[in-house]
């Protein structure tokens, strides 16, 4: 016997079910007859791109924004008790509330809790500063802005973000209280941010400290007086928004209840 003949003849075996002609699977996704594409992925991701309008476009955006959320969440993941300090960019050195700042930097830090600020200039600067001379973990989210370069040389953890958003998150998640000197839009922004996830229950409870008495107080005078009259807002929990002039109380304030003073070397 010719050993081919102990082989069996497929040719000649019809298929039980016969496969549906034109059949085409991207994916999970099948497509049949006309609505099956002239491409396919892997010719796609090989073809030379024309044109790069695919990178301003919002699919690529989703990829940006996811990335920074997974940057961000991989280094603060393990930072451990922090307090954010939000102020003005524009405070000198010579400013009262720049000395303020990195006092309040210097005393967090001496609780054994990380600062963490915007990592720009002025009042962010002061707080990164306060930490990082007094031997603590200076946090410094920076954000890409068109006066604000790089991030202050005080910062001895940090990170750049495109998204404000994204930025915010982690203001939020990585901290349990926070310390709000003098500013402007941006410091505002960040204050009723907080405020608004503490009031509609998106977040733990966050004690806020406002450094500056006659700065913050017409704020809040319309706030419990005109706003609350006119039933846009909840009463604030007073324990939560405390405004006063004194540093070590405004610490207190933040982070009496995350931390112990670290003992003297």
Same mark, same amino acid.
């Given at each position: 016997?010719?050993? %081919? ?10 298929? =039980? ?9 991207? !994916? ?16 796609? +991701? ?15 955006? @989703?990829? #940006?924004?996811? $990335? ?11 930072? !451990?008790? $922090?307090? @954010? ?11 009262? =509330?720049?000395?303020? $700042? ?34 603590? @973990? ?21 990170? =750049?973000? /495109? ?11 990585? =901290? ?13 922004? %960040?204050?009723?941010? +907080?405020?608004?996830? @503490? ?5 733990? #409870? ?22 609350? #009259? ?19 109380? $405004? ?9 112990? %003073? /670290?003992?003297?070397?």
């Amino acid at each position: 016997m010719d050993p %081919e003949d102990r082989l069996p003849h497929y040719d000649h075996v019809e298929p =039980s079910v016969p496969a549906p002609e034109g059949t085409y699977h991207r !994916g999970p996704v099948m497509m049949r007859g006309r609505m099956i594409p002239a491409d396919t992925t892997y010719g796609n +991701l090989l073809a030379p791109e024309k044109s790069t309008d695919w990178l301003h476009m919002d699919p690529w955006r @989703v990829l #940006r924004i996811q $990335a920074e959320f997974v940057d961000g969440f991989g280094a603060l993941a393990e930072l !451990g008790p $922090a307090v @954010v300090v939000f102020g003005s960019a524009r405070a000198r050195p010579t400013d009262s =509330s720049y000395a303020q $700042a990195r006092r309040a930097g210097e005393l967090i830090a001496r609780r054994g809790i990380a600062t963490i600020t915007g990592g720009g200039p002025g009042i962010m600067e002061a707080a990164n500063r306060g930490a990082a001379e007094a031997g603590g @973990v200076s946090v410094g989210l920076g954000i890409e802005l068109p006066f604000e370069d790089r991030l202050n040389d005080w910062v001895n953890l940090g990170m =750049s973000f /495109r998204y404000f958003f994204v930025r915010k998150t982690m203001f939020v998640k990585y =901290s349990s209280g926070a310390i709000v000197f003098p500013g402007g839009f941006g410091t505002l922004d %960040e204050l009723f941010e +907080l405020l608004t996830l @503490v009031q509609t229950h998106k977040v733990k #409870r966050t004690p806020v400290a406002l450094v500056g008495k006659a700065y913050w107080g017409g704020l809040f005078d319309w706030i419990e007086g005109a706003v609350k #009259r006119a039933g846009m807002i909840s009463p604030l929990d007073p324990e939560l928004v405390q405004l006063t002039d004194d540093v070590e109380e $405004a610490v207190e304030i933040a982070a009496g209840g995350i931390g112990r %003073e /670290r003992p003297e070397a």
